[in-house]
């Protein structure tokens, strides 16, 4: 019984301290193909709801522009700079993630429906979709100390 009692209260302190953490901060993505840390991202809240800006670029290709402007991207967006654009926004506290907002790619301009949720305290897993959440792409970015 003692035992059991041990893995309950440490399970409880468990479960408290990852629903306590929160994304905001700065994040390093990671590029798909390559591996290698791609951005950096700063995730904020404003008005109840998160937001997240690309801070820099990181690990260009050589034939990249190492401060690009976004050619594809849609609206009032399309022909603005990469690092300092919103890429991630509206996203409004849900139990345990953050949902109900847009992610950007600013590769390709497409913006996607977004959900986010702390993995633990350095991991955050960011889902983009189109419809349902079981179609769309997962990216893991790591906390930046």
């Known amino acids: 019984m003692k ?3 041990v893995f309950i209260f440490t399970l409880l ?3 408290g301290s990852v629903m306590a953490q929160s994304p905001i901060g700065k994040w390093q993505t990671i590029d798909d193909v390559t591996g290698k840390v791609r951005s950096t991202v ?5 008005g109840g709801k998160l937001y997240g800006v690309v801070r820099a670029l990181h690990n260009r290709m050589a034939d990249e522009d190492a401060d690009p402007v976004c050619t594809v991207c849609p609206g009032s967006r399309k022909g603005k700079k990469v690092i300092g654009m919103i890429v991630l926004s509206g996203l409004s506290k849900s139990g345990n993630e953050w949902s109900g907002g847009k992610i950007l790619d600013p590769k390709n301009g497409k913006e996607y429906d977004c959900y986010i949720s702390m993995e633990n305290a350095d991991k955050l897993k960011v889902r983009g979709y189109m419809g349902f959440s079981m179609l769309g792409r997962t990216q893991y970015w790591t906390r930046l100390k």
């Open 13 to 15: 302190v468990w479960v």
């Open 3 to 5: 035992h059991l009692t």
């Open 42 to 46: 700063e995730v904020y809240e404003s």
